[in-house]
């Protein structure tokens, strides 16, 4: 009896018909980067392009989140030798430099026209708005806790809740007025004025907050047709002029360490910013605006490991309010449809 092949008939029919149509020549697999190597740039890039929109949203804003807390440390520090209204100069003189050449470049191609502007008087009123929200900014975080200065600042969106209603006649119903009430609350839990405990610097950091909602009711009355490179060309601008004049009054001597730490507040205030604006670019705002209040996280280990600052339990149940009330109100916004967008930070 004959012998079997090697290949039974059914083995024989498949090379048979791998033969007739041959597969396609594999793709060679991609090349790992090698032991001890630096990753692709590329491969780390599409990996990031893969994730949500929402994720890549979040990931900005906490790098936003943290460098300003690292930046509020760095004028803490700074503030000890040198007045805020001069370190402020300097955070709007780096903005001044990192924006005019961008500014320069689109009016290189478009034409001087792209910068012309018919609310001018707006303009120059919120950058000094501005520089008010920055200097207060910087003279809170050098003579409060950052926990504490970091807290008062989320209640920028209690006094915009106001001015919506005294600048721009919006309607307000009862649950926001609620909220900005007990957000309110929440700022004198913290503070506890009737305790004695009251330091100035906090009027200071709640006037901060008002200028900063201030600022962004002007944005709102800035004419439709103003672009984004306008707003953002005539306030570097005014608003690097208008710090000039108080911090060459305040001028102190600096020595080569300040220098250092005035151009890292600058850098780390500029940076963070586009991080902010990326984070509400790329993700929903009522996804990412949440992380922002990591802000009060980052701030708190930065004041426990570099200045010994402590918080209390009281400015933390306060903290927990302002924060609860600022969240819902930002619902209730996001659910009427109105746009988050992130305002002006010091």
Request: with cysteine; proline share 8%.
């Amino acid at each position: 009896m004959p012998g079997r092949g090697l290949l039974g008939a059914g083995e024989t029919h498949r090379l048979r018909r791998v033969s007739q149509h041959p597969a396609p020549p594999s793709q060679p697999a991609p090349a790992s980067p090698p032991a001890g190597g630096s990753p692709d740039p590329a491969a780390l890039g599409a990996v990031w392009q893969r994730l949500p929109a929402n994720t890549r949203g979040a990931v900005w804003v906490l790098l936003a989140a943290a460098g300003f807390s690292t930046m509020a440390a760095l004028v803490k520090d700074l503030g000890h030798d040198l007045p805020s209204l001069q370190i402020a100069f300097f955070r709007c003189a780096v903005g001044l430099a990192v924006v005019a050449p961008l500014v320069a470049r689109v009016v290189v191609r478009a034409g001087p026209e792209v910068l012309k502007s018919r609310a001018w008087k707006l303009h120059l009123a919120r950058a000094l708005v501005g520089i008010t929200a920055i200097g207060c900014g910087f003279y809170a975080f050098t003579h409060l806790p950052l926990a504490t200065a970091t807290a008062i600042t989320f209640t920028t969106p209690l006094f915009m809740v106001v001015l919506a209603v005294l600048v721009l006649r919006e309607t307000v119903r009862w649950r926001r007025w609620t909220a900005t009430m007990v957000g309110f609350v929440g700022v004198l839990v913290m503070v506890r004025p009737g305790a004695g405990t009251l330091d100035p610097a906090v009027l200071v950091a709640l006037t901060q907050a008002l200028a900063v909602a201030t600022a962004l009711v002007l944005v709102k009355k800035l004419p439709k047709a103003e672009s984004s490179l306008t707003i953002m060309a005539y306030f570097t601008v005014l608003s690097t002029a208008a710090a000039a004049i108080p911090a060459a009054v305040v001028w102190q001597p600096m020595e080569a360490h300040h220098w250092l730490l005035a151009l890292a507040v600058g850098l780390f205030g500029v940076g963070s910013q586009w991080a902010l604006i990326m984070g509400y670019r790329v993700g929903e705002a009522s996804a990412v605006a949440p992380f922002d209040y990591t802000k009060l996280l980052f701030a708190g280990l930065l004041g426990i490991a570099l200045f010994g600052e402590v918080p209390d339990g009281w400015t933390l149940v306060g903290a927990a309010i302002i924060v609860a009330a600022t969240v819902y109100i930002a619902r209730r916004e996001a659910g009427a449809g109105a746009p988050a967008t992130p305002g002006p930070v010091p």
